[in-house]
């Protein structure tokens, strides 16, 4: 069935570095790419998405793009700030299972 | 505001104590999903449903019962809880199934003794 694999965490970072989470899927079929962000104590909620192949999401300096030739949607961020830090998830929707399927999540700290 | 509600928040019961958290969308959303998650294992998904009167099991539904009688509503029911069912659980509903952003309540931290 349609699966996804994200990199395992904890992430640390300092303030202004660069961020990069690996993503990748296995899914038959044309699915929906996410990624949701849960900051602490809070519930998730959608960062970015792509619908199809080589679309690229952004949302608050954030970015990821579908690529199908590698089956990948990293998430990445040329500068990330301490009120970053929360846990990011990989989701794929739409494929043969129908459902949203999430990766296991990865925590990102960013130290100041 | 669009939004979706949990309640409660946090809940500390015993083995065997029936209990219901509820959950109410105000965007009119046809598809609702109930999902648990646990260190290490992210969330995974115990029942969905597709529009009123129509549920079905998720990943996980093992001691979970739903119900869905108005398209706001979308209860989780523990009749016989165990401590295993001591989790973080999240409400999201959506438009349509997968390919919609979902939109995540709160999430009700449950502790079973």
């Known amino acids: 069935g349609d699966s996804v694999t994200q990199m395992e965490g904890p992430v640390t970072l300092s303030e202004e570095a660069f961020l990069t989470i690996n993503c990748t899927y296995t899914a038959t079929g044309y699915p929906s790419l996410f990624w949701y962000v849960q900051y602490p104590g809070e519930g998730l909620q959608l960062l970015l998405k792509a619908t199809k192949a080589d679309d690229k999401g952004s949302n608050k300096g954030f970015e990821a793009t579908y690529r199908k030739e590698t089956t990948s949607f990293h998430l990445e961020k040329g500068s990330v700030q301490v009120s970053d830090s929360a846990v990011y998830f990989c989701?794929?929707?739409?494929?043969?299972?129908?459902?949203?399927?999430f990766g296991k999540g990865t925590k990102l700290s960013v130290k100041p | 505001e669009a939004q979706v509600t949990q309640n409660p928040r946090y809940l500390i019961t015993v083995t065997g104590k029936k209990l219901t958290v509820t959950c109410s969308q105000n965007m009119n959303h046809e598809y609702m999903s109930w999902y648990r998650q646990d260190p290490g294992l992210g969330l995974r998904q115990i029942y969905y449903?597709?529009?009123?009167?129509?549920?079905d099991k998720g990943d996980v539904p093992e001691g979970y019962k739903v119900s869905r009688k108005e398209k706001r509503n979308f209860p989780l029911i523990l009749e016989s809880p165990s401590p295993n069912q001591t989790s973080l659980y999240f409400c999201?509903?959506?438009?349509?199934?997968?390919?919609?952003?979902?939109?995540f309540g709160p999430g009700t931290r449950l502790t079973v003794l």
């Open positions: 449903s597709m529009n009123v009167e129509v549920t």
């Open positions: 989701a794929l929707g739409g494929g043969s299972q129908g459902n949203l399927i």
């Open positions: 999201a509903s959506s438009f349509r199934e997968g390919r919609d952003e979902q939109f």
